[in-house]
């Protein structure tokens, strides 16, 4: 049996779940419904549970995993109801949701992103906050030159968005000026073709399009989200209402074997338990 070690123990209700699928795994349905078993929720999770998903499937011959997008607040509502057999949500649970069973299936750090030509490499949380509160407007205070700040924000709904506002912005607003887009790629796909803007996604969807800014001195890292030495660290989680049906045991069970959890680690996030 594996000795599980959790990365921070404020998780330890939803871990001890995953841990019970993990020892006491039960097998799939032998006749699942038409539709599958049904994923949904946070487009920041969206592209790697589609990854498990793929990779589940070609495992599990004749056995069917829907992934949805729609954004955590969606996802949670959707297994709340039943349309979802499983919520996925890129934020932490909020009082009134807690009464759906979670699973943290993997770590994410926040990083916030500019166009690999802008000079800025370096800021700390509290110029990142004023940014995004339309308080700084142009890059020539922050040495990034004559240029007026492009802001790129996620949706209102949006689980990247609200650990941004909880971990970033406080009792500050984002701006309404700011670009507002539905996706991590296409806040990506902005920064990358504008010299001008500035945003956040996902540390597991950062590459060479855009740069990483470090805040306060420390980059986003594996090592750094690891320590908490980075200071924008969110969990990635899988939701269901009441006790998750056999299917979706079965499909948490391998997003939290060894080998899937090697895959969290080369896509960019970190896995939710460490040795």
């Given amino acids: 049996m594996r000795n599980e070690k959790l990365l921070a123990s404020k998780w330890v209700p ?3 779940l995953a841990l019970f699928f993990l020892f006491f795994p039960v097998g799939c349905s032998r006749n699942p419904s038409q539709r599958g078993l049904v994923v949904a929720g946070s487009t920041s999770i969206q592209p790697f549970a589609d990854h498990w998903a793929e990779i589940y499937m070609r495992e599990h011959p004749g056995r069917i995993v829907n992934v949805q997008g729609g954004g955590s607040s969606a996802g949670i509502q959707a297994a709340r109801e039943g349309a ?26 926040l990083a916030v992103i500019v166009h690999p030509e802008n000079p800025v490499s370096d800021l700390s949380l509290d110029l990142v906050r004023n940014i995004f509160a339309g308080n700084i407007r142009s890059w020539k205070s922050l040495g990034g030159g004559e240029r007026e700040i492009h802001v790129v924000t996620r949706e209102e709904g949006s689980g990247t968005r609200s650990a941004f506002q909880e971990m970033v912005m406080k009792k500050e607003r984002i701006f309404k000026g700011a670009i507002v887009q539905d996706s991590n790629g296409t806040v990506r796909e902005i920064v990358a073709n504008d010299p001008s803007s500035i945003g956040y996604i996902s540390y597991g969807l950062v590459n060479e399009s855009v740069k990483a800014l470090r805040l306060d001195g420390v980059e986003p890292s594996y090592d750094h989200i690891i320590e908490k030495t980075y200071q924008l660290v969110r969990p990635f989680l899988f939701v269901t209402r009441g006790e998750p049906k056999p299917e979706a045991i079965d499909f948490i069970n391998f997003v939290l074997s060894r080998k899937a959890q090697e895959m969290v680690r080369h896509d960019g996030l970190i896995p939710a338990f460490r040795e």
Avoid: P
């Fill in 14 to 16: 939803g871990a001890f």
């Fill in 84 to 109: 979802a057999d499983i919520g996925m949500s890129s934020r932490e649970l909020r009082d009134e949701e807690k009464e759906l069973f979670e699973v943290v299936v993997a770590w994410d750090g």
